[in-house]
């Protein structure tokens, strides 16, 4: 679906409106199911169902998890009995089937941000829309801000949302 407004700021300047017209199709919003990414999730529902557009949610598996201990691992991570790297895509397929978007899941192996976005190229999205942080404490230093990083590397428009 095509949304359009009337004049870009561009225009507003030289006092010239004219209509200005977005399509956004399809959606890729990347998920490990903590709360930036739940608020993104929020977010990308509601302006695919606004646009029209389908959506896909995906989790990265970098493999590293496997390194941790078990209790790191299922601590604060299990949501009805549902770990954190599925969390996320449970939580993006139900809100798009409450809402009647078209929602595709999947997991993805390798780097975070690179492969958020290829797979945003390669499944020719118009967006991406990225919670602001994920990981917390030592996990966040080593590893550095995942949005930050798919801003930077993507060609394609980021959206970025900041959870309370």
């Known amino acids: ?8 700021a561009d225009d ?3 006092g010239d409106i004219k209509e200005v017209c977005y399509a956004i199709d399809k959606i890729l919003v990347p998920t490990d199911g ?10 990308a529902v509601v302006l695919a169902k606004t646009f029209g557009a389908k959506l896909m949610a995906i989790y990265v598996d970098t493999g590293l998890e496997a390194l941790e201990y078990p209790e790191e691992v299922m ?4 949501f009805e009995g549902v770990h954190s790297s599925v969390k996320g895509l449970v939580i ?14 999947s997991v993805i192996q390798g780097g975070v941000a690179k492969r958020i976005v290829a797979t945003a190229q390669e499944w020719g999205a118009d967006m991406i829309v990225c919670g602001d942080t994920g990981r917390t404490g030592l996990k966040r230093i080593a590893l550095g801000s995942v949005a ?6 993507s060609p394609i428009p980021v959206l970025v949302i900041k959870a309370d």
């Open 92 to 105: 993006a397929k139900t809100m798009c089937e409450r809402n009647g978007v078209e929602c595709e899941v």
């Open 12 to 14: 507003l300047k030289l």
């Open 34 to 43: 903590s709360e930036p990414a739940v608020a993104a999730t929020e977010y």
């Open 75 to 78: 601590d604060d991570d299990v």
């Open 148 to 153: 930050e990083t798919v801003v930077k590397g």
């Open 1 to 8: 679906m095509k949304v359009c407004i009337k004049g870009s």
